[in-house]
């Protein structure tokens, strides 16, 4: 597309995230900013926080937005795109003519299946329900969807088909639906890691230079497993003395995400076991990002374990990123993504979900045989170039620089769910027309009910 001087045409892209945008950044704001980053080389871009926000302006404005201040940024924006719940805290997008672009790498209602566990029962079916609907919302009305994975992407499909998504409009614009619906994993910095300052070895107290630490890089939520973890290591450091766990994240930047009970769990294991503060290590501040290199270098080793559910089959492990950004030879459990990466790539050693012996041999194998960390290093790097947010995010640039409605705008186009609402909606209005009829409490219930699935509004 070019303007009248012949020159391309640079759009202007939103970037919205409810996460906290600041050094202290989790997963969902970091994909934000890296985003937006990127972005910025092929559109004007705003980048805007719906929690709080302490980052200053750089090349591109960021900054925290309430209500009011997002409908400004919103009216400015040709493209809006969006992770988590915004579209449904504000269904007011959903409305707008804006090209609305969707960043559903996380499947966010098969980790509520386990996020809910303890959840009394009607709540906890209210809770994922509810986290259905949002994600139902948005593949409804995105003109364009990102995921992390192929599989992922096929699990995505399944549901865009369950909301007559896959229809003749979008399958004959491109019978592949890559202009629908791409993947775009998770990236790594462009630039290599660089160590400022030790951030474990020589500096936490229990923790000497010349100890192996086995690193687990981020938070530790309900869906993994720190508990098999813990016990490996309580294994390995009877027979290597010098064995440190350390747990990158306990808490979390953002304040609205509660502290899970594993994490609560795996604390617990380790003071019974009289591990904490002598084999395991638990950082309990988040690290800021801009910083994360000088821990992630002083890593031996990255660790991830996890549980054989629904929320690890369509799973894609960030910080196994940061493992591969620090060349950090890997040990994982089998099931997700990653892991048939590790093995096929020969990045690590992969085992069995909940199996303590086999986790403990592993972690001992890559600690300690030097020739085969030398061959998992050098692979490691090879496979991380091809990871770089650069070359993950091409398929969203190439989409800004030349942005469109999806063939079956959602705006116009009714799909089955809408009908049914249509229609429901017709025949009250002929109930309340009617003479022998008059408005009553339960049809006043049912008009709220049709309006809340209309917009797509948790209840």
């Known amino acids: 597309m070019a303007n009248d001087e012949g020159a391309t045409k640079r759009h202007k892209v939103l970037v919205i995230t409810p996460d906290f945008l600041g050094k202290r950044m989790a997963g969902p704001a970091i994909r934000a900013w890296e985003m937006a980053k990127a972005v910025w ?43 988590g719940h915004v579209l449904s805290s504000y269904p007011w997008i959903r409305r707008s003519d804006k090209i609305i672009v969707a960043d559903i790498y996380d499947p966010m209602h098969l980790e509520q299946l386990e996020q809910s566990v303890g959840m009394e029962p009607d709540e906890r079916q209210k809770s994922v329900l509810d986290t259905a609907e949002v994600l139902n919302a948005q593949i409804e009305r995105a003109d364009f969807m990102m995921c992390a994975s192929d599989k992922q992407r ?5 549901q865009l088909a369950a909301v ?5 409009l979008t399958y004959d614009r491109d019978a592949s639906l890559r202009s629908l619906l791409a993947v775009v994993p998770f990236g790594i910095e462009d630039k290599a890691p660089k160590q ?17 630490v086995i ?14 973890l813990v016990r490996a290591v309580e294994q390995l450091a009877l027979d290597h003395p010098d064995v440190r766990l350390f747990f990158l994240g306990s808490g979390h930047p953002n304040p609205n995400v509660p502290r899970m009970q594993m994490a609560t769990r795996a604390r617990a294991l380790s003071d019974e076991l009289g591990l904490t503060n002598r084999v395991v290590f638990f950082h309990d501040d988040w690290v800021p990002y801009n910083e994360r290199a000088n821990f992630l270098l002083d890593a031996d080793l990255g660790v991830s374990t996890h549980f054989e559910h629904l929320e690890t089959a369509f799973s894609f492990r960030t910080r196994i990123l940061d493992y591969l950004w620090a060349s950090l030879p890997i040990v994982t459990t089998d099931g997700d993504t990653f892991a048939g990466i590790v093995r096929d790539k020969n990045l690590g050693k992969v085992v069995p979900p909940t199996d303590v012996p086999a986790l403990t041999a592993a972690l001992g194998d890559v600690l300690f045989d030097e020739d085969a960390r030398v061959g998992y290093i050098a692979r ?11 070359q993950v995010l091409l398929p969203l640039l190439e ?4 942005p469109r409605h999806a063939p079956d705008d959602p705006r116009h186009l009714a799909t089955p769910r809408t009908r049914i609402i249509n229609d429901l909606e017709t025949r009250i209005r002929g109930v309340e ?3 022998s009829w008059r408005i009553t409490r339960p049809i006043r219930e049912v008009k709220d009910a049709l309006a809340r699935l209309r917009n797509r509004e948790p209840r």
Not at 164 to 168: D, E, G, S, W
Not at 218 to 225: A, E, H, P, S, T
Not at 384 to 389: E, F, K, L, V
């Open 196 to 212: 400022k300052k030790h951030g474990i070895k020589g500096v936490v107290p229990g923790i000497s230079e010349t100890d192996k």
């Open 154 to 158: 096929d699990f995505w499909l399944g």
């Open 164 to 168: 007559y998504r896959i229809n003749p």
């Open 433 to 435: 027309s009617s003479t």
């Open 399 to 402: 989409f800004v620089a030349d």
């Open 380 to 390: 490691i790097a090879e496979f991380a170039a091809t990871m770089r947010w650069a």
């Open 41 to 83: 080389t092929v559109a004007d871009v705003r980048l805007v926080s719906t929690v709080a926000c302490d980052l200053g302006p750089g090349d591109f404005p960021v900054e925290y937005a309430d209500e009011d201040t997002l409908r400004l940024h919103v009216e400015w924006a040709e493209v809006v795109v969006f992770q």
């Open 215 to 228: 690193l687990w890089g981020g938070g530790i939520y309900n869906w993994f497993d720190p508990i098999t």
